[in-house]
C-alpha cells in the first residue's frame, strides 16, 4: 500500500516518517509496529521514537502490552491536535521574537558589516511583499514620498489578501515608529489620492505626519535611517510599477532623508483641493 504523505503535518514539526507512521496508524485504526513499519515502508529503527513523540504530542494512543499496541484517534481529533499544536508553536515563537530581535540590534555595527547591499524586485507584487514589508519591522523611523503608482501597487496588494498596511500600522504603533509621508498629487490624480485615503483611515491613523506636496518626483521610502527603497515605473508599462530597488546603505539614507526634509518644510499640512484629511489636524 502507497501511504501519502501530507506536508501539512510538516508544519507542526512532523519528519516524514513520524508523518507516514501517523498517517498509516489512521488508515488502520490499530495496529503494532511490525504491521506499521511493513505497510508504512518505515525503517524498524525510526518506528518507536516515531510513535513516543506521536503520543507525547497527543496525536495517538499506546497499550503498554508485549508488543505495544498503537491506536489512531478519530481523524477529527488529529485535526483539532494538529491546529492547537501549530498554535501553541506560533505563541512560542511570538514569545521569543522580542528577545531575538533586541539581540540583533545590540550586535555592534561593525559586526553587522559595511558592505552595500542591494536588491531587485521584479512587478508590483514583489515590490510590496519583499520590500515594503520592511516597514512592517521599523523600530524607530520612517520617511515615505509616494505617488499614484505607489497607491495602486498597495491597493493591488491589500485587495489580493496581503494586508501589509495593517501589518505597518500594528508595528508602528507596538513600537512607536515615527512615520511620516508626503504625497505627491496633480490635479488628475487628486481623485485617486481621496479614494485610497478614504478607503484606509483605519490604516493610517498611525502616522505622525502626512502632507501633500505637487512636486512630483520620485517616490522612495527610508527606513530606521538605513534601508531604502526606491520604487520603479514607467508611462508605458499598463500597471505603471514594474520594479523596485532596495539598498542598505546610510550614506544614501540621510541624502534621501535630507531631501524629505526639505520637500516636508515646503509641503502642504492640508488639502482644500479635495477636502479631506483622515486623520484629522495635527
Given at each position: ?6 506536508q501539512l503535518?510538516?508544519?507542526v ?9 501517523l ?57 483539532d ?31 553587522r ?25 521599523a ?11 505607489d ?33 505627491g ?10 479614494e ?14 502626512v502632507?501633500?506636496?505637487?512636486e ?7 527606513v530606521d ?28 539614507a ?29
Amino acid at each position: 500500500m502507497r501511504i501519502p504523505d501530507s506536508q501539512l503535518l510538516a508544519e507542526v514539526g512532523l519528519t516524514l516518517y513520524e508523518r507516514k507512521s501517523l498517517i498509516t496508524l489512521i488508515i488502520f485504526g490499530v495496529a503494532d509496529a511490525a504491521a506499521i513499519c511493513k505497510e508504512g515502508g518505515i525503517p524498524t529503527s525510526k518506528i518507536y521514537r516515531a510513535m513516543e513523540k506521536l503520543a507525547l504530542l497527543g496525536l495517538v494512543q499506546i497499550q503498554s502490552t508485549r508488543p505495544k499496541i498503537y491506536a489512531a484517534l478519530p481523524p477529527d481529533a488529529v485535526i483539532d491536535r494538529v491546529v492547537e499544536i501549530a498554535r501553541e508553536r506560533a505563541d512560542r515563537f511570538a514569545a521569543s521574537a522580542g528577545e531575538l530581535q533586541r539581540l540583533l540590534a545590540s550586535l555592534p555595527g561593525r559586526v553587522r558589516g559595511k558592505h552595500l547591499f542591494t536588491d531587485l524586485a521584479l512587478g508590483a507584487e514583489s515590490h510590496v511583499k519583499r520590500h515594503l514589508t520592511h516597514l512592517a519591522t521599523a523600530q524607530k523611523t520612517i520617511v515615505s514620498y509616494m505617488e499614484r503608482s505607489d497607491l495602486d501597487s498597495i491597493d493591488q496588494a491589500v485587495d489580493g489578501g496581503f494586508p501589509i498596511l495593517r501589518r505597518i500600522a500594528r508595528n508602528a504603533t507596538d513600537n512607536h515608529v515615527r512615520h511620516q509621508v508626503v504625497f505627491g498629487f496633480t490635479y488628475q490624480t487628486a481623485p485617486r489620492l481621496l479614494e485610497f485615503l478614504r478607503k484606509h483611515p483605519a490604516e493610517i491613523r498611525h502616522l505622525t505626519g502626512v502632507r501633500y506636496s505637487g512636486e512630483l518626483g520620485h517616490p522612495f521610502h527610508v527606513v530606521d535611517d538605513e534601508i531604502v527603497v526606491l520604487p520603479l515605473y514607467h508611462p508605458f508599462v499598463p500597471e505603471g510599477r514594474f520594479a523596485s530597488l532596495l539598498v542598505r546603505d546610510r550614506d544614501l539614507a540621510k541624502s534621501l532623508t535630507d531631501g524629505f526634509d526639505e520637500l516636508w518644510r515646503k509641503a502642504m499640512k492640508s488639502l482644500q483641493e479635495i477636502n479631506f484629511d483622515p486623520r484629522g489636524t495635527r
